[in-house]
């Protein structure tokens, strides 16, 4: 099974990934079949690139994305989404009501 994954790159304290294509059995680092774009946790505007034709080729062969990648996708396809870590919490809309 092919899966679409976040591959750590980078150095220490200062994170970057390729997301890529990859078989689940291969490593997180390991063997990967292609490079399909970047994230880089430190840049806070346009911090990720995917190649979507190419993201859309693997999830039309059956290709499963983590749930970080499937965010990624999501706010590739619409640029106008937030990340979603930048919403509200539930709870602290619950104290506000209160």
């Not at 689940?24 to 880089?40: A, H, N, T, V």
């Not at 990720?48 to 499963?64: C, H, I, M, N, T």
Request: aromatic share 8%; with cysteine; charged share 30%.
């Amino acid at each position: 099974m092919v899966k679409i994954r976040m591959r750590r790159t980078g150095c220490t304290n200062h994170a970057t990934y390729r997301i890529v294509a990859a078989d689940s059995r291969s490593p997180r680092d390991g063997k990967f079949l292609e490079i399909l774009g970047w994230y880089d946790t430190q840049i806070k505007d346009e911090n990720f690139k995917l190649d979507l034709p190419r993201v859309e080729y693997w999830l039309s062969k059956g290709a499963q994305p983590s749930t970080t990648v499937a965010s990624l996708i999501r706010r590739a396809k619409n640029p106008s989404l937030k990340p979603h870590h930048a919403t509200p919490a539930k709870k602290v809309e619950a104290k506000k009501e209160a």
